[in-house]
Structure formats: structure tokens, C-alpha cells
Nanobody, 122 residues
Framework: QVQLVESGGGLVQPGGSLRLSCAAS????????MGWYRQAPGKQRELVVV???????READSVKGRFTISRDNAKNTVFLQMNSLKPEDTAIYYC????????????????WGQGTQVTVSS
């Protein structure tokens, strides 16, 4: 059983910063990519940024230059540093782990965290 646990969400004023963390736990052998998606009220879940093992990343144009992703592969943890936050960044942020292989199988699966609320408001 693999679990993703996020932390670091909250309320921040426009222009402020937040740092999200997500730790994957369980009998993990390897993880292909880790990253973040978000879902605002009334909208579909969308990509924020994902970082693969090899260092390649995919990110939304709306967050380029403001959000930075990093990983600690030894601890199966991913971080999202969010700067210059805007009201339109308000959403539930979900951690995502792709291509997760556990020690008991060669199968690979994707996992999601429970989500953490980020609210940008004055």
C-alpha cells in the first residue's frame, strides 16, 4: 500500500509564498515522476508541474517563473515552492506519483494524495 501525504497549504495574501510538501510512504521500490496538479472550484483538475527522475519537467504556463518543484528521491518526497501567488492560484493542490513500483511487484501504478487547500486572498 502506497500513500501520499501533503502538507503546507493555507491562506496567503496576493504576492505571498507557500511551500507544499508531499511524502510517499509504503513499500516503494521506485517512482517515475512526482508532481502537482490542482483543481479550482467548478473547474477540472489541471497540471501544475511534474518532475521526472531524469530531470525533465512539464509545467503549466501560468506558473512558469513563480513555482519551483524539487524532489528528494532518497525520501520519496516532492516539494512545491510557490512565489508571487495570485488569487487565481486558489485551488486544492494534489500530489501525484507516477509509475510507482513497489517491492512486491513489477507492476507500476499512479497514486494521488488527498489534496491540500491553497487560498490566495486579501
Amino acid at each position: 500500500q502506497v500513500q501520499l501525504v501533503e502538507s503546507g497549504g493555507g491562506l496567503v495574501q496576493p504576492g505571498g509564498s507557500l511551500r507544499l510538501s508531499c511524502a510517499a510512504s509504503g513499500s516503494i521500490f521506485s517512482i517515475g515522476a512526482m508532481g502537482w496538479y490542482r483543481q479550482a472550484p467548478g473547474k477540472q483538475r489541471e497540471l501544475v508541474v511534474v518532475l521526472a527522475n531524469g530531470g525533465s519537467r512539464r509545467e503549466a504556463d501560468s506558473v512558469k517563473g513563480r513555482f519551483t518543484i524539487s524532489r528528494d528521491n532518497a525520501k520519496n518526497t516532492v516539494f512545491l515552492q510557490m512565489n508571487s501567488l495570485k488569487p487565481e492560484d486558489t485551488a486544492i493542490y494534489y500530489c501525484n506519483a507516477q509509475g510507482v513500483r513497489t517491492i512486491s511487484t513489477t507492476d507500476r501504478r499512479d497514486y494521488w494524495g488527498q489534496g491540500t487547500q491553497v487560498t490566495v486572498s486579501s
